[in-house]
Antibody, heavy 122, light 107 residues
Framework: EVQLVESGGGLVQPGGSLRLSCEASGFTFSSYYMGWVRQAPGKGLEWVANINQGGSEENYVDSVKGRFTISRVNAKNSLYLQMNSLRAEDTAVYYC???????????????WGRGTLVTVSS | DIQLTQSPSFLSASVGDRVTITCRASQGISSYLAWYQQKPGIAPKLLIYAASTLQSGVPSSFSGSGSGTEFTLTISSLQPEDFATYYCQQLNSYPFTFGPGTKVDIK
C-alpha cells in the first residue's frame, strides 16, 4: 500500500527539541521531492520545508530557518524534521507529503500522511 | 513572499449547486497553483495541479482555471461529500504558500 506514516510528535517545553519521522512505503521513495506542511489547531495550512531526491537541496519557510532541519535517508525510506528551539507558535499537526504530481518543472503534493501533533507548552 | 487570498472565506451552499472559489496571488505565478480539499481531522487531498490539471481519481465535477494572478476552482454540482475546506497553494517560488482557505458548508 502506498502510504506515509509520521511519528515523533508529542508535548515539549518551549526551547526544547523534537525529531519527527516519516516512513514511506509502496513507492520508490528516492525518486521524489518530499516536504513537511503544518497546521496549527483550528488554522490553515503552512508549508514548512522540502528536500530534493538526493537530499542536497533544502528549502524552508522563514519562520523555521535556523531552527528546523529537514533530512532523508533513502535507504530507510524515511524523511525527518529536526526541530530545535521550539516555540509555542510551532504547535501544530505536522504532515509529511510526497511531491509526486508533475507539470513542467514543479512537483505537487499528491500523497500525505495522517500527521503527528506537536505541542509546545510549559 | 507571495501572498494568496481566497474568496469567499466561507460559503453556504446546497447539494446540486455550482460553486466557484477564487484564489488571487500577490504577484504572477504562471500556472504553478494547486487546489486541495480538507475535511476535519483528515490530511489534505490534492484536487487540481498546474491550475487546471485534474488529479487522478478526482471527480470531473471539479475543475480549475486561471493563470498569472487569478485562479478559480469550480464544483459543477455540489455533492454531500464535497462539504469541506478548500485551499490553494502556489509553487512558483519559495516559500510555497497556501491561501487561508474557503469553508464550504451546507445551507
Amino acid at each position: 500500500e502506498v502510504q506515509l506514516v509520521e511519528s515523533g510528535g508529542g508535548l515539549v517545553q518551549p526551547g526544547g527539541s523534537l525529531r519527527l519521522s516519516c516512513e514511506a512505503s509502496g513507492f520508490t521513495f528516492s525518486s521524489y521531492y518530499m516536504g513537511w506542511v503544518r497546521q496549527a489547531p483550528g488554522k490553515g495550512l503552512e508549508w514548512v520545508a522540502n528536500i530534493n531526491q538526493g537530499g542536497s537541496e533544502e528549502n524552508y519557510v522563514d519562520s523555521v530557518k535556523g531552527r528546523f532541519t529537514i533530512s532523508r535517508v533513502n535507504a530507510k525510506n524515511s524523511l525527518y524534521l529536526q526541530m530545535n528551539s521550539l516555540r509555542a507558535e510551532d504547535t501544530a499537526v505536522y504532515y509529511c507529503a510526497r511531491a509526486g504530481a508533475n507539470w513542467g518543472s514543479r512537483w505537487y503534493y499528491d500523497l500525505w500522511g495522517r500527521g503527528t501533533l506537536v505541542t509546545v507548552s510549559s | 513572499d507571495i501572498q494568496l487570498t481566497q474568496s469567499p472565506s466561507f460559503l453556504s451552499a446546497s447539494v446540486g449547486d455550482r460553486v466557484t472559489i477564487t484564489c488571487r496571488a500577490s504577484q504572477g505565478i504562471s500556472s504553478y497553483l494547486a487546489w486541495y480539499q480538507q475535511k476535519p481531522g483528515i490530511a489534505p487531498k490534492l484536487l487540481i495541479y498546474a491550475a487546471s490539471t485534474l488529479q487522478s481519481g478526482v471527480p470531473s465535477s471539479f475543475s480549475g482555471s486561471g493563470s498569472g494572478t487569478e485562479f478559480t476552482l469550480t464544483i459543477s454540482s455540489l455533492q454531500p461529500e464535497d462539504f469541506a475546506t478548500y485551499y490553494c497553494q502556489q509553487l512558483n517560488s519559495y516559500p510555497f504558500t497556501f491561501g487561508p482557505g474557503t469553508k464550504v458548508d451546507i445551507k
